[in-house]
Every structure is written in C-alpha cells, then in structure tokens.
C-alpha cells in the first residue's frame, strides 16, 4: 500500500511562489502525478515524474526524488485562480493511484 | 468529445436503497476506476476494471459492485446504501499502454444518504 502526506493548507500571495511538498511510503512506485482540483469540480491532471529531477511545464514544476520519496508541486507567478486543492498521488505496479489527503492553497490579493 | 460523463449530478437517497451511478467513457481507454472523496480522506478507490470483462478492489470495496460489459461504461452500485456512504464519486478513466497513462476524471456524483 501507500502512505502518502502533504500539508493540509497553505497561504500565498498574488505573484508570489508556493512550494507544496508530498512524501510518499510506497510498496511499488511506477510515477507520481500531481492532480488540481477546484471546488465543487473535478481534479485535473497537472504532472507526472517516474524519473528523479525537475519536470517544468509554464508557472507549475514538479520535483521527484525516488530514493527519498518526495517530491515537490512549485507554483510559481501565482495568480487567484490557482486557489484550489493540489493533489499528490503515487501509482504502484498494477496502475492504480493512491491519493494524499490534498493541499489546499488559498491566494490572496 | 465529451471524455467522462457521470449521472445523477446529485442524489438523496433513503437508507436501504438500492442505488447505481453511471459512468461511460467515449475515449476507448480501457481502464476505468471508481474513487469516493470526504473530506480530510482525499480519493479513495473503490473498484478498478483495466478492462472490459474484468474488475477488481480498491481500497475501500465494502457495500460497493461493479460491472465492466464493455469498454465504455462503468456502473457503480450500492446495494443497500447506508449513511457512512454520503461521499462524492469521482469515476476515472485511463488507456494503460505505457508512459503517463495520465487518468482522466468525470464531473462527480454527490451523493447523500439519509
């Protein structure tokens, strides 16, 4: 099984920078995905690491570090509509997910 | 492309009652998956196919049945609902072929059960 944790909440300003971290306990790993999901909606894919090292995609980078089970969602550049829950969630051998309880991520103005 | 749709939106159901939530899928992937999500518990899955003709248990299965006839359609049903199955059903859909296999999600079913 997993054991998947991230931080509940966090608080940013607007054009500030937010660093959500996931740990992970993992009986097999085969990717971690970071997941957004907005109120009342549902989640949306974000990004995928398999390998250790940095995936960058515009505002939003993910960070994996397989011998240490971590890995990061930076947001960069926030803006008020990144208000939401970012979700972690590692993949095991037989391609099922499991899910961190999620980080939700209020910006202000 | 309409990718996953669920149905109902929302339901209030009397305990005891019989319930079944549709998903279906017009992207031909051939895994599909149910998750329900409380509050502070994140997703949880609850019955998974990876494809037509065969399903599997998730983590949280009890009180939970699942059929997979054919590739686009993922019927969730619960039985006898009882209260401890209030929750929001997420189904999911993913082609699992190697790489990302990222898994796309419908709109949720908020169910309530009194």
């Known amino acids: 099984g997993q054991n998947i944790d991230q931080p509940t909440e966090m608080t940013a300003t607007e054009g500030a920078i937010v660093q959500i971290n996931c740990t992970y306990q993992?009986?097999?790993?085969?990717?971690l995905f970071w997941y957004q999901q907005h109120a009342g909606e549902a989640p949306t894919f974000l990004s995928y690491?398999?390998?250790?090292g940095l995936e960058e995609k515009g505002r939003f980078s993910s960070f994996l570090s397989r011998s240490k089970g971590y890995s990061y969602l930076l947001l960069k550049e926030l803006q008020m509509k990144d208000s939401a829950s970012y979700l972690c969630?590692?993949?095991?051998?037989?391609?099922?997910?499991?899910f961190g309880a999620g980080t939700t991520v209020t910006v202000r103005a | 492309i309409a990718g996953i749709t669920q149905a109902p939106t929302s339901q209030i159901l009397a305990a005891g009652r019989r319930m079944t939530l549709r998903c279906t899928q017009d992207?031909?992937?051939?895994?599909m998956y149910w998750y329900r999500q409380d509050l502070g518990l994140g997703l949880r899955l609850i019955h998974y196919?990876?494809?037509?003709?065969?399903?599997g248990k998730g983590e949280v299965p009890d009180g939970y049945s699942v059929s997979r006839a054919n590739t686009d359609d993922f019927p969730l049903t619960l039985a006898s609902a009882v209260p401890s199955q209030t929750s929001v059903y997420f189904c999911?859909?993913?082609?699992?072929?190697?790489?990302?296999?990222?898994?796309?999600f419908g709109p949720g079913t908020r169910l309530t059960v009194l």
């Open positions: 690491n398999v390998l250790d």
């Open positions: 993992t009986s097999g790993f085969n990717g």
């Open positions: 196919s990876n494809t037509a003709g065969t399903t």
């Open positions: 999911a859909s993913s082609d699992v072929a190697g790489g990302p296999d990222t898994q796309y």
């Open positions: 992207m031909r992937h051939n895994a």
């Open positions: 969630a590692v993949r095991d051998s037989d391609y099922k997910l499991s």
